[in-house]
T-cell receptor
Framework: DGGITQSPKYLFRKEGQNVTLSCEQN?????MYWYRQDPGQGLRLIYY???????QKGDIAEGYSVSREKKESFPLTVTSAQKNPTAFYLC??????????????FGPGTRLTVL | SQKIEQNSEALNIQEGKTATLTCNYT??????LQWYRQDPGRGPVFLLL?????KEKRKERLKVTFDTTLKQSLFHITASQPADSATYLC????????????FGSGTQLTVLP
């Protein structure tokens, strides 16, 4: 089955620690995205990548980092510089075809709690 | 600044009725608008897309309208069922980007049996 997987589903971190969230897709999509969702709010874009070895900052990139070394993988690192990291993190992908009104396919999410 | 507003945080309706959700936007000229469904603790699922030159789009019991003059999209679910209970998100293409979406905060719909 094609889809997007995120791991782990729940993650606990102590203050001051970096943590990496995994996102893998087997849809052969070029574009991948990371969003953050807080209770009662919409999704806010952290980073996105339109092609391997390239990524762009979204609206709330401070305190986060990403890499895109493989087409199918787009890990997100939440660094200790992120002041309020407790949130629900969602990874998504789309075909990335130029001019396409891409629907985005989402993973199941990772709920990060900072203790 | 660019802003997307969805009509209310929560909407309760009786089973069998039509649910109507609203998405209003300001300072956008979106090429298209998308609607997603999100269940608690899960990622959103794409439902429908409507382009700026389309007035209406239908898919089974779902209908979306797009009025670029009013800067508004309406999302209708006809013959609603308890299984339709979820949060519904609208999303617009961000200005200057072909694929970067900006999401509204969502409307939580509850269909009462």
């Amino acid at each position: 089955d094609g889809g997007i997987t995120q791991s782990p589903k729940y993650l606990f971190r102590k203050e001051g620690q970096n943590v990496t969230l995994s996102c893998e897709q087997n849809l052969n999509h070029d574009a991948m995205y990371w969003y953050r969702q807080d209770p009662g709010q919409g999704l806010r874009l952290i980073y996105y990548s339109q092609i391997v070895n390239d990524f762009q900052k979204g609206d709330i990139a401070e305190g986060y980092s990403v890499s895109r070394e493989k087409k199918e993988s787009f890990p997100l690192t939440v660094t200790s510089a992120q002041k309020n990291p407790t949130a629900f993190y969602l990874c998504a992908s789309s075909t990335g075809l130029a001019g396409a009104a891409d629907e985005q396919f989402f993973g199941p999410g990772t709920r990060l709690t900072v203790l | 600044s660019q802003k997307i507003e969805q009509n209310s945080e929560a909407l309760n309706i009786q089973e069998g009725k039509t649910a109507t959700l609203t998405c209003n936007y300001t300072n956008y000229s979106p090429a298209y608008l998308q609607w997603y469904r999100q269940d608690p603790g899960r990622g959103p699922v794409f439902l429908l897309l409507i382009r700026e030159n389309e007035k209406e789009k239908r898919k089974e019991r779902l209908k979306v309208t797009f009025d670029t003059t009013l800067k508004q999209s309406l999302f209708h679910i006809t013959a609603s069922q308890p299984a339709d209970s979820a949060t519904y998100l609208c999303a617009l293409v961000k200005s200057g980007s072909a694929r970067q979406l900006t999401f509204g905060s969502g409307t939580q719909l509850t269909v009462l049996p």
